[in-house]
């Protein structure tokens, strides 16, 4: 019974993790299309430049909620290195996002506000959250159970006795050399 607990345990807070990663992400997938739009068609900037910045302003705003409500029982490494690491991988949700809209836009010809729309905020964005909710599992806002990250370095810090992945290896004895004679 205690193995059935532990696995419906392990997928309730996935769940509840999905659950709150949608939230955050819907209203950030508001102000990202609601932005695009707006400096798209409003503005008349272009369909790269406008999708660049409202993916900017809506990854600021979910980077606050997923940190402060979604992950906020993870373990909290540093500020600036969960940052700067969101915003990288952020980069490659938005480069997934532009490559669609570029190609739509450029390669398909279609440049009307429906094409712009589906390519952008439909096909682009929906990749790219696939792409961040893989990503910032696994990067950026770690699981409880593992030892706090070197921002410096990386490389997760030793704690106690133990060491970064485990136990430490045996010392293997080391022998004298002996001159051996001709």
Known sequence: ???????????EAALAELAKFGTVGAAAAVVDILGSNLLRFGLDLGPLTSKT?????????????NRFWTWRHRARTNL???????FAL???????ALLVVGFTFYVLRLQGPLAYNISANVVGLGLG???????????????????PVDPATGLPHPTGAQGPVGPPAPAVPQVPQVPQEK
């Not at 019974?1 to 997928?11: A, H, Q």
């Not at 910045?53 to 909620?65: K, N, R």
């Not at 600036?80 to 969101?86: D, Q």
């Open 1 to 11: 019974m205690r193995p059935v607990m532990r696995l419906w345990g392990r997928f």
């Open 53 to 65: 910045i409202s993916v900017a302003v809506a990854a600021s705003l979910a980077f606050l909620g």
């Open 80 to 86: 600036a290195r969960e940052y700067a690491l969101y």
């Open 90 to 96: 952020n980069a490659v949700g938005l480069l997934i």
């Open 129 to 147: 959250t696939l792409f961040r909710f893989w990503s910032y599992q696994k990067w950026v806002f770690l699981p409880p159970e593992l030892p």
